[in-house]
C-alpha cells in the first residue's frame, strides 16, 4: 500500500513525468521509477511466490506512451535482465522482440507489454514445469500462476476492447486462450476467446527465446505478427483419401509442411491450388509418392520460408534435384 501511495502523491506532484494507468485500475505507473520487491505490490498478497521470494522484483506491464491501447502482448515470465530494470521483454530475448517488432512493421512505443507471470522464477523455470520441484510444490506452482493470472493478467486484459492480443509462447497460449495442444499445433491460427465476460481476439506465436536458438523460424514470427485476425470461409481437408490426392495435379500450387518438432522429420504436406480450399497430406505410404507427383506436375510452386525450411526439407525427402 505504501507504494501505491507514493505513486499517487507523485503522480499529484508531477503529472507530467508520470503517465498513469488509472484507466485500468491499476497501481502501476507507465514508465518505472524504480522496480518494486513482490513484498511491496498490491495484488501479489497470497501468492505461494510471493511467500518463497519476497524480495522478488516486480516485473509490471509495460504500457504505451500514446494513447491507443489497442495492442497487447503476452510473453511467459520475467528473465534476468527483466529483474534488474522492472520491465518486460528485455535483455536477450527483448532484443529479438524488437527486431520481431521492426521487422513486422510495429512501434513498441504502441504496444501494452506483459508476461503471464510478473516475477522471474528460479533458474527462469516456469512454476508449473515439471523441473519446477526443485523450489515449488505442483500445487503451490499450479496456484502461484494463477493467483498471478487472476491479480494482474486478466483483470489487464478484460479492461477493455483489445484489437489484437499477441501471444508469446507456450504459456501464453496455455493460459491466455486456453490451448493445451502446444505452440506448434495453434501458432499463426486467428483464436478467440474469453477473459473475465470480454471477447478478445489474438494470435499466438513463437518465444523470443526459442527464435535465439532456431533463428529458421524468425521469418515465422514476422509473418504471424503480420497475419489478419479475420477467420476466412476456408474449406479443409485434413484426411484426403489417396484417389483425391492422386486427382490433385494443379499448375500453380502454394504448399507449406509440418516437421515433428523443430526436427527434419516431416509429418504432413499442406496443398493449395485455391483460394479458401487446402488438402493436408500425411508423409507416409503411397502418400509420399503422389506428394512427388504433385511437385514435378506444377510449374509455379509458392511457399512461405520455403527456400530456408520447406523444399530443402521436402525435396531432399523424396530425392527431387534442389
Known sequence: MEGFALTKLLRCLFPSQLSSSCVFGFPYSTRNILPKTVSETKGCEGCPMRKLFPDNTFVAPQFPTGKDLVRIAIAEAAGEDEAKVGKPLVGGAGRWFDSFLRHAGIERSGLTIANCIQCRPPKNIFPTDSDARTYISKEEGKAAVEHCLDAHVYPLLASRDWRRVDLFGEKALRYIAGKTSGISHYRGAPLRFNIKGRELAGIATLHPALIARDQTMFPVVINDLKKSLEIA??????????????????????????????????????????RYKAICVPFRGQYISEIKEILLNAEVLITHNGIQFDLPILFGALDIEW
Open 233 to 274: 470461409p476456408e474449406n479443409y481437408n485434413p484426411t484426403p483419401s489417396l484417389e483425391t490426392v492422386r486427382a490433385f495435379r494443379p499448375k500453380k500450387v502454394a504448399l507449406d509442411i509440418e516437421t515433428k518438432g523443430f526436427t527434419k522429420e516431416i509429418l504432413c504436406v499442406g496443398f493449395c491450388a485455391e
